[in-house]
């Protein structure tokens, strides 16, 4: 899921990062959903700040 959050910070949709990982754009959704859930942010971006406050993500 870093790995996902890493191309979330490099500010690619959901379709992109399925296309990048060869998984489902659904599976995608299901992980930005378990990513905010577990950083406990309501959106994509909140997300990203945390991670890099975290240093989950440079």
Known sequence: MLKILQL????RTNAEI?????ISRRTV???VSSIL???DVDSRVGAV???MKLK???
């Open 8 to 11: 979330i910070s490099e500010d």
């Open 18 to 22: 399925s296309e990048l990982l060869n």
């Open 29 to 31: 959704e299901h992980h």
């Open 37 to 39: 859930r577990k950083l």
């Open 49 to 51: 700040v945390k991670a």
């Open 56 to 58: 989950l993500i440079e």
